[in-house]
Nanobody
């Protein structure tokens, strides 16, 4: 049974930073790309960032490039999202997810919600102005 557990969300002022963590279990974590999506009330889940199984490739949505950094520690089965220079529009529930298929390197696939098959419970990030 695959489990993903996010942590690190909270309330921060605009311009501040947070680091989200996602602890994974139940799959050979190091074989799979991992992603972060976010969702606000009334909207669908949108892609934020992804990292390849090896950690050698990363992908970001345009609105977070230069501010967010995704990384992974395969020894600890954990993926991180470092969020700097936060803006009120970053307010959302952030979800960690794992790729359906091992050993993929596809920037296009990594941004597509249906290419992932397990999700965490989400962690709330609130950025005040």
């Amino acid at each position: 049974q695959v489990q993903l557990v996010e942590s690190g969300g909270g309330l921060v002022q605009a311009g501040g930073s947070l680091r989200l963590s996602c602890a994974a279990s139940g799959r050979t974590f190091s074989n799979y790309a991992m992603g972060w999506f976010r969702q606000t009330p009334g909207k669908g889940r949108e892609f934020v960032a992804a990292i390849s199984w090896s950690g050698g490739s990363t992908y970001y949505t345009d609105s977070v490039k230069g501010r967010f950094t995704i990384s992974r520690d395969n020894a600890e089965n954990t993926v991180y999202l470092q969020m700097n220079s936060l803006k009120p529009e970053d307010t959302a529930v952030y979800y960690c997810t794992v790729d359906k298929y091992p050993f993929r390197h596809s920037a296009q696939a990594m941004a597509v919600l249906s290419e992932y098959d397990y999700w965490g419970q989400g962690t709330q990030v609130t950025v005040s102005s």
